[in-house]
């Protein structure tokens, strides 16, 4: 067969090393900040943003097991072929012609293992998702997770500040009461 000089045992060790400690320390930064946030949280008795930061966690691994589901399926998933005429129902976007895409300047991407694209080819069919598409849709967790963090975190800081009015206004509140000789 063909060498795939891009392929994992052709990278120099050290790059793979250095890739792989780079993810792992960010990982355990991100794990390690949301441990000192939920033991804050535990210290200040902050038990609604205390359960909602592990609802956070939670759906994030979630989100991280699905994407790893996405990544161990993915041959199967190359190899499922459907008929071509499947593909035009409920979809999103309109699909642009050949001609357009390449008038428009546009190119079309080949999937780097071409081989596994030909088994549907050759039966007449195309894969239940493409490579690209399996891409786009990893990409597209990853988005979702990152949005869903920053808007859990906005939300338990707008609420948290909030809360720290609603204490001020109550304080106040008792205040005059006590100060009208009201009880």
């Keep these: 067969g063909e060498v795939d000089a891009d392929a994992l045992e052709y990278t120099p ?8 400690s780079l993810i792992v320390t960010i990982s355990l930064a991100a794990e390690r900040c949301l441990h000192y946030l939920g033991k804050t949280l535990k210290r200040k ?5 205390f359960e909602a930061l592990l609802k956070v966690k939670e759906e994030l691994m979630l989100l991280g097991f ?3 589901l996405m990544t161990v399926s993915q041959d199967v998933i190359q190899r499922t072929c459907i008929p071509p005429s499947w593909t035009n129902y409920l ?9 357009s895409v390449a008038a428009l300047g546009g190119r079309r991407l080949l999937p780097r293992n071409a081989p596994r694209s030909d088994h549907c080819r050759n039966k ?5 998702l493409s490579l690209e598409a399996l891409h786009q849709l990893h990409i597209f967790i990853f988005v979702l ?4 963090v920053i808007f859990s975190v906005l939300t338990m800081v707008l609420g948290g500040a909030k809360i720290r009015q609603w204490k ?5 509140i008792h205040k005059n009461n006590a100060g009208n000789g009201r009880t």
């Design 13 to 20: 060790t050290w790059i793979v090393a250095g890739v792989c």
């Design 45 to 49: 008795h902050q038990k609604a943003l």
């Design 66 to 68: 699905i994407s790893l």
């Design 91 to 99: 979809l999103p976007c309109k699909k642009m012609e050949e001609h």
């Design 124 to 128: 007449g069919k195309v894969p239940l």
């Design 145 to 148: 997770a990152i949005t869903h």
């Design 168 to 172: 001020q206004w109550e304080t106040e």
